[in-house]
């Protein structure tokens, strides 16, 4: 196996370099468009990203799968038509789209409000490839210098319109027909949360007259009892609605309580109409997640009513979900850690969701008698509501209100661990981009039993193990806050995502420590365990960006930092609130919990590692490309290590130093493939160890890549960032 991994790099570098050409398939007077510049000569603050959309021919950048279609020995048989299968193909460059961008831009720039401006290209020809640049003079911007306001005759809806104070338009600004475009959306919108109902953007039509006062536009508003697909003859008085009769229905073979829907709905019958109202009510009906699609349809019954029917169609209720990631390393220590979730959607016949979650972590190495289990079995319950609070108090998204317990078993060969956990919070949502969970109440207890005496006798020389790796009772609070700007769970457009998470314990019951008994230690104990007080963070920042249309190219980053610290109570964090590194979804040269802390040798007292601390830092780099069929690659870079904090407890090697501290980051570099469902994706990483704090010859080369704890493989579900 060893000899197969050996060469096979060699064999790749050898195909690569039978065509190091992206065209050699081209035919003759073909290029290759490679790339697509936008320059704009007299005005540097303009964003030519808004220009972009409009370029008439995407560049065909950069892909290793080129190099594979120009494998191609241009026979026509069995090899052609498989290279060319799954390689990609060389994007022919045609001049005749350089024009059309032309005009696409151009007419682009007047909606924006640059009148007369000037596009010129030049193409360079160089080496059978192709590159466009694109020089934009922005012309001239005409100030608006009076608005002249058409309404209708002086009525209710007159006096209506007259009091918006948010018009986004104003005299001083420069005349845009995307501008006028959206204050006719946002002022249209507005008229509807105030009962028109069948009012629109199709109401507004805008005259411009730039003669009257050269090199400044009075801007005519007109507000039509038409739209514009009608003819003034068409004119109707522009009126107020209210709500009529409002049904709802969904199929008789679902089951499902009447009270839940109406109290979720906000569309009351004789109210005026109001398109916040009806967007209110979708929003709380899809927020179920029992419903495959959320009809609402309108109906005006005369001059003044509309009826209002929604109609709801049936989802999957219940089913199971798998989950599967595994990892080996060059030392022969294999982890499997296989996940089986059961859920119901409805299981009271009222929105309210049900999980039930089995779990299992085991490492080991064949023929070998070491080895770690770990099992664990959770539930969670989640109800449609916040409670005690009613529906009222919310307009649009409501939290949910989760009730979650588990059980987790670990068997070491150094200890057997059991954990209970229980929690009671809120999760919800605002617009479906910013995502919160808040729990006031966790609750953990850990019990250690059947310690390994040489595990045990390291302790007492280690007060950081012996103050993490002893019987305790966490009361506390948490909860994190995430934002991002995609929610699918494989994006496939540029995204960026923040998320915060929080734990805190102990505090609360630090005030009843005068009532405690306390042990040798003088830690004060609750049940016979002493309770854990520290206050734990960690951030992540990420950003993915897509480019190369044609063949699915993204560059996605990540940056991590997270802390905890100990005090009060505690002099140590609990161990299963340590952070670690390595893994299918962090540092992909180590399998999890062998890197770190900081320069420390691995503990020996572990006879599986399981290398933490109380600090972590990373950052991820990762190139994805698509390849054929539902292929994709990738090659990533990952730098990062966890460290320890407490100066009195933990030793130099481990502890966390701005001085050392780019001499203790652990970094390597990877590749990857990808296959992509569209709904799931599945992926096999290697990661080869380039940094190795923890080794005297800290820098790792490639001659050690593929030698004993050099790489590690690891298998996964989804994305590892």
């Known amino acids: 196996m060893k000899k197969f991994h050996r060469h096979i790099f060699p064999v790749f570098a050898l195909l690569l370099a039978v065509s190091c050409s992206t065209t050699r398939v081209l035919q003759e007077n073909e290029y290759r468009l490679t790339k697509n510049r936008i320059e704009v000569t007299n005005d540097e603050e303009f964003n030519t990203n808004q220009l972009t959309p409009y370029l008439q021919q995407k560049a065909n950048s950069w892909n290793p799968m080129l190099y594979v279609y120009n494998w191609t020995n241009g026979r026509g048989k069995a090899w052609d038509r498989l290279v060319q299968k799954i390689g990609v193909k060389p994007l022919v460059f045609e001049e005749a789209k350089v024009e059309n961008t032309i005009t696409n831009i151009t007419n682009r720039l007047e909606q924006l409000g640059y009148f007369d401006s000037k596009v010129d290209s030049n193409i360079k020809l160089r080496n059978r490839k192709a590159t466009v640049t694109y020089y934009v003079t922005l012309g001239k911007r005409i100030p608006i210098s009076e608005i002249i306001l058409d309404l209708p005759p002086e009525g209710e809806f ?41 009012f629109s953007k199709n109401n507004y039509s805008f005259e411009a007259d730039t003669l009257t006062s050269p090199g400044n536009a009075i801007l005519r508003m007109s507000i039509n009892e038409f739209s514009r697909t009608e003819n003034p003859r068409d004119a109707e008085p522009i009126r107020k609605y209210r709500f009529n009769d409002v049904t709802i229905s969904y199929p008789v073979t679902m089951k499902m309580r009447e009270n839940v829907l109406t109290e979720l709905n906000t569309i009351v019958p004789g109210e005026l109409y109001s398109e916040t109202a009806v967007n209110n009510t979708y929003t709380r009906l899809s927020a179920l997640n029992i419903f495959s699609s959320v009809s609402i349809g309108m109906t005006p019954v005369d001059t003044n009513q509309v009826n209002v029917g929604i109609v709801l169609s049936q989802s999957k209720m219940q089913g199971f979900k798998i989950g599967f990631e595994a990892s080996s390393n060059s030392s022969g220590l294999l982890g499997l850690s296989p996940q089986l979730s059961y859920y119901h959607k409805n299981i009271f016949r009222g929105g309210e969701w049900l999980n039930l979650s089995f779990m299992g972590n085991f490492q080991f190495k064949i023929n070998d008698d070491v080895r770690s289990n770990e099992f664990g079995v959770s539930g969670g319950l989640s109800f449609p509501k916040f409670f005690p609070l009613p529906y009222r108090f919310f307009d649009g998204a409501i939290p949910r209100t989760e009730f979650n317990a588990s059980y987790n078993y670990q068997n070491r060969p150094e200890y057997t661990r059991n954990m209970i956990s229980t929690s009671l919070g809120y999760n919800g949502n605002i617009r479906n981009k910013f995502f919160y969970q808040v729990y006031p109440v966790q609750l953990n207890i850990v019990k250690l039993s059947e310690m390994q005496d040489k595990f045990y006798n390291s302790l007492a020389n280690d007060p950081f193990l012996r103050n993490a790796y002893q019987n305790h009772f966490d009361f506390g609070s948490g909860g994190m806050l995430y934002y991002t700007t995609n929610t699918s769970s494989i994006p496939t457009s540029d995204y960026h995502y923040a998320r915060l998470q929080l734990d805190i314990a102990g505090n609360l019951l630090s005030a009843f420590k005068p009532l405690m008994r306390k042990n040798e230690n003088g830690e004060s104990m609750l049940w016979n365990t002493p309770y854990s007080q520290f206050a734990r963070a960690e951030v992540t920042l990420g950003r993915t960006w897509f480019f190369g249309r044609n063949d699915g190219q993204s560059i996605a980053t990540r940056f991590l930092v997270g802390a905890g610290y100990a005090y009060g109570n505690s002099s140590a964090l609990p161990f299963e609130k340590h952070f670690y590194g390595g893994g299918a979804n962090s540092l992909r040269g180590w399998q999890a919990r062998t890197v770190g802390p900081g320069f420390a040798q691995r503990d020996t007292s572990f006879v599986i590692p399981n290398q933490t601390g109380d600090m972590k830092m990373e950052a991820n780099v990762e190139y994805r490309f698509n390849m054929f069929w539902k292929l994709a690659g990738a090659a990533f870079v990952d730098v990062g290590n966890v460290w320890t904090l407490n100066d009195s407890t933990s030793s130099d090697d481990s502890r966390f130093r701005w001085r050392t501290f780019g001499e203790s980051l652990a970094a390597n570099w990877g590749l990857g493939v990808r296959l992509n469902f569209g709904f799931l994706l599945m992926r096999i990483d290697v990661g080869f160890k380039v940094h190795d704090p923890a080794r005297e010859n800290k820098w790792v080369g490639p001659k050690d890549w593929l030698r004993n704890d050099g790489y590690a493989f690891h298998f996964g579900v989804g994305y590892p960032f």
Request: glycine share 4%; no cysteine; hydrophobic share 40%.
């Open 158 to 198: 007159t006096r209506d319109f007259l009091l918006d104070s948010a018009m986004t338009v104003h005299v001083g600004d420069f005349l845009s027909e995307a501008a006028l475009e959206s204050e006719a959306e946002r002022s249209a919108s507005r008229m509807r949360n105030l009962g028109y109902y069948d």
